[in-house]
C-alpha cells in the first residue's frame, strides 16, 4: 500500500482498513506499508536488500500531528491483520522497482488518496508513480484510487489538470462497453444496474493513456476509471479509478466528527456507493493471482 494520507486517521489508516477489509473476510492478511512522500531519498537506499522495516529517522517529512508508529494490528472480520512500515525504494527504474516488489513477494499493489495533487508535482512522486506503473505493466494486481489514479494514469502518459474547485459528492458512473463488463466495476450488479462513486478530488485526469481502456466516465469527470492493458492490448489486473470506494459510511461520520471534512461535504456524501463491493471485486482478482 503507497500509504499517503497517514496524517488523516479517518480516511487514512481507517481508509487503509477499508481496503483490506474483504481480504480480511477471507483470510489473514499482511499489508506492508510505504510512505515516499514523507521519506528521505537518502534511507530508499536500505530498500536494495528487500524488505527492511521503516524508521523514524527515515521519514524527516512526517507529520509530527500524527504518531509515528512501525507496526500494529487491527482486528477486522474476526482476523488480526498486520500493518507493518518498511522503506521504499526511491528510485524511477522500472525494472529495478519491479525486481524489488518481486524481492518482498507482495500479492498487490494499492496506491491512496492523498492530499497533495499531482498537477503540483513533488519529486517523491517520480518514485511512486514508478512502483504503481511498475506493478500494472508487469500484471500484479493493482489499484490507483483518486490521487492513485491520477498518479498511475499520469506515469502512462496521461495530462492531469487542477480544476478551479473541489468535486464532493456521489455520482453515478457512465460505463463505457468497456467498464459494462469490467470485473471490478460490475461483478456484483446485474445487467443494467446503476453503480455509484463517492469522489472529492480537485485534480482531473483529461486523457486516457494509450496503454489503458476507458471503463467510465461523470457528467463532472471524464476519465473516471482506466484499466490497464498489455502491449498486445490484453486487460490487465490493474485499474485507476477516481473515486473513494474505501469511504464506508462509519469513516465519513467519524471525520467529519473530527473536523476532517465539513457540513457541506458531509451533506454531499449522502446516499449510497458501490464501494465495498468494487474492493470485494479487487480482493478476488488478487486471491485469483495468488491461485
Request: with cysteine; charged share 25%; aromatic share 8%.
Amino acid at each position: 500500500m503507497v500509504d499517503l494520507l497517514v496524517e488523516r486517521e479517518t480516511f487514512g489508516h481507517g481508509g487503509n482498513q477499508e481496503v483490506v477489509r474483504p481480504f480480511a473476510a477471507r483470510g489473514d492478511v499482511e499489508l506492508l506499508l510505504v510512505t515516499p512522500q514523507m521519506q528521505s531519498f537518502e534511507a530508499g537506499k536500505k530498500a536494495e536488500s528487500g524488505e527492511v522495516p521503516l524508521s523514524e529517522e527515515d521519514v524527516p517529512h512526517w507529520d509530527d500531528d500524527f504518531p509515528f508508529w512501525q507496526s500494529t494490528t487491527v482486528e477486522l472480520e474476526g482476523r488480526t491483520v498486520s500493518f507493518r512500515r518498511i522503506v521504499m525504494p526511491m528510485i524511477e527504474n522500472d525494472t529495478e522497482m519491479s525486481n524489488w516488489l518481486d524481492s518482498i513477494a507482495v500479492d498487490a499493489v494499492v496506491c491512496s488518496g492523498s492530499r497533495r495533487n499531482v498537477s503540483m508535482w513533488e519529486d517523491w512522486m517520480a518514485p511512486a508513480a514508478s512502483l504503481v506503473r511498475s506493478s500494472a505493466n508487469a500484471g500484479k494486481p493493482t489499484l490507483g484510487i483518486c490521487f492513485g489514479h491520477q498518479l498511475l494514469c499520469h506515469a502512462l502518459g496521461a495530462t492531469i489538470e487542477r480544476a478551479e474547485s473541489l468535486s464532493s459528492g456521489i455520482w453515478d458512473l457512465d460505463l463505457t462497453d468497456d467498464g459494462g463488463d469490467d470485473e471490478l466495476l460490475t461483478s456484483h450488479v446485474s445487467d443494467d444496474s446503476i453503480v455509484a462513486g463517492l469522489f472529492t478530488h480537485q485534480d482531473h485526469v483529461m486523457t486516457v493513456p494509450e496503454s489503458c481502456s476507458l471503463l467510465c466516465s461523470t457528467n463532472h469527470n471524464g476519465v473516471t476509471a482506466v484499466r490497464v492493458l498489455s502491449e498486445n492490448g490484453e486487460p490487465l489486473p490493474a485499474w485507476g479509478i477516481q473515486f473513494h470506494p474505501e469511504a464506508a459510511r462509519a469513516r465519513i461520520e467519524r471525520a467529519h466528527e473530527w473536523g476532517h471534512i465539513t457540513d457541506e461535504e458531509l451533506a454531499s456524501f449522502k446516499g449510497e456507493h458501490d464501494g465495498s463491493s468494487i474492493l470485494s471485486s479487487f480482493s478476488t482478482v488478487v486471491y485469483r493471482y495468488q491461485a
